[in-house]
């Protein structure tokens, strides 16, 4: 009887100050083989604002779901053909995200646990008491909202960083940028007066002595000065071009293929511009094969790596001059190569591991430093210098891309981050739970050094 199942079905009212003060309107994918039960969760809904589908079987549900995204699915245990948990599996595979309510009348300890295991959000057992089922509802939707709140206030943070990192750079780039840019006005300014000249050996040219050096003008100087004057705008096309770039937000959930060396290779061009003339950067690769990531974020982290490393090579090297050592040489080391996964018999292959190293000889950092490099807002530098965010930044970027970073340090020697990316991206591994940002990041450097 439907009265078993479901209690206090005269509280439903379509009185909308009944209705909780819930989360915005959202959608929510109603699965029932009882089409009374459904319609009964759903005008509960309604009446909540929120907008619902009814399907009556798993696989239809998953037709709708395929179909159109639905921000949370309530759905019984117990159905033909495909059962709730069947339905959790299937969904989840859909969208890792989806949030997903069971409900059923055979409530126990292992069915609990089952429907956790596979992915479920919240457990409500039959006869539904209205005010549980909205509880339940509310519960996991604010969760999703907190979520939200925080991916936007993430993606906020990490795009504040970019463009602080534009503004230290922005001195090197603005230096950059002013070379070429006087290259050029020079040579403009020297073909003006080149064709003030021209005139009066246009008028006469009879004279060998005027055709000969008209010609040398038109035909040699020129040639020369624009093909130099062309080089300066594409020197400043690829700056402007980088740092345009690099602001961009990109796409934030879309993996593409990249090639690590022009991430790299771009990186590098960025941070150049801010390097003194003591300090070089080295690129070497071993085995190098395109993975799955996204390019503006990887760019991120390098730039912030680089950045880090140039500020402790340039304090290494100040510290080697003040002791009298002008010949010492700041090196900044990039190195990335690719590690075949093992195969293991009767086993799935594991996957390959791109593993980059970014090395430096500058100042290193002390052990009691490493345990909190990743923190946020942890910070070696004085203060107003450095947002304490950038390796935080970095830590977290490299985990959506399903990989790990590490650092190795030793006062007075140097440093050296290592980071290692699935080649096939983060759907390539099974995302492990993110240890606490002190300890687990073993070895760590300067959060902005």
Not at 27 to 34: A, K, M, P, T
Request: proline share 3%; hydrophobic share 40%; aromatic share 4%.
């Amino acid at each position: 009887m439907l009265g078993d199942k479901l209690l206090k079905i005269e509280d439903i009212s379509t009185d909308p100050l009944n209705a909780l003060e819930s989360s915005a309107q959202r959608s929510i994918l109603v699965v029932d083989d009882d089409e009374a039960v459904a319609k009964y969760i759903a005008r509960l809904l309604d009446l909540q604002g929120h907008k619902t589908t009814i399907a009556h079987n798993g696989i239809s549900a998953l037709e709708i779901l395929k179909e159109k995204p639905h921000e949370l699915v309530i759905t019984d245990l117990r159905m033909p053909n495909m059962d709730g948990l069947e339905l959790v599996t299937e969904s989840k595979r859909l969208n890792r995200d989806q949030n997903i309510i069971i409900i059923t009348g055979y409530g126990t300890m292992e069915i609990f646990i089952d429907a956790m295991r596979a992915g479920a959000s919240d457990f409500i057992v039959k006869p539904i008491d209205r005010d549980q089922l909205l509880a339940a509802v509310e519960r996991v939707l604010s969760r999703k909202s907190l979520e939200e709140s925080l991916i936007a206030r993430t993606k906020q943070l990490v795009q504040s960083e970019k463009m602080a990192t534009v503004g230290v750079l922005s001195t090197g780039i603005a230096h950059e940028i002013n070379n070429p840019t006087t290259f050029i006005r020079t040579n403009l300014q020297l073909m003006n007066e080149y064709i003030k000249r021209l005139g009066p050996r246009l008028s006469n040219l009879q004279d060998p002595k005027n055709a000969d050096v008209v010609r040398n003008i038109i035909l040699t100087e020129f040639p020369q000065m624009i093909s130099e004057a062309l080089k300066g705008t594409e020197r400043i096309q690829k700056i402007v071009s980088g740092v345009k770039h690099y602001a961009h937000r990109g796409d934030e959930h879309t993996e593409e293929t990249v090639d690590i060396r022009e991430v790299i290779a771009q990186a590098v061009n960025l941070v150049k511009a801010r390097l003194r003339k003591h300090i070089v950067i080295n690129e070497s690769y071993l085995n190098i094969k395109e993975i799955k990531g996204r390019f503006s974020k990887l760019e991120q982290v390098f730039v912030n790596l680089m950045i880090n490393s140039a500020d402790a090579v340039e304090d290494k090297v100040q510290d080697r001059r003040a002791k009298g050592d002008h010949e010492y040489q700041g090196m900044i080391d990039v190195s990335a190569t690719v590690i075949e996964g093992d195969v293991v018999e009767g086993q799935q292959k594991t996957p390959d591991y791109l593993v980059l190293t970014f090395y430096d000889n500058g100042t290193g950092i002390s052990r009691e430093k490493l345990t909190r490099v990743f923190d946020p807002f942890y910070t070696t530098k004085p203060v107003g210098v450095g947002t304490g965010l950038g390796l935080y930044i970095c830590y977290e970027i490299i985990k959506q891309h399903g990989g790990e970073i590490t650092v190795q340090s030793e006062l007075g020697e140097g440093t050296a981050f290592i980071i290692k990316l699935p080649v096939e991206g983060a759907a390539a591994t099974r995302p492990a739970e993110a240890p606490a940002p002190a300890a687990s990041k073993a070895a760590g450097a300067r959060n902005g050094r």
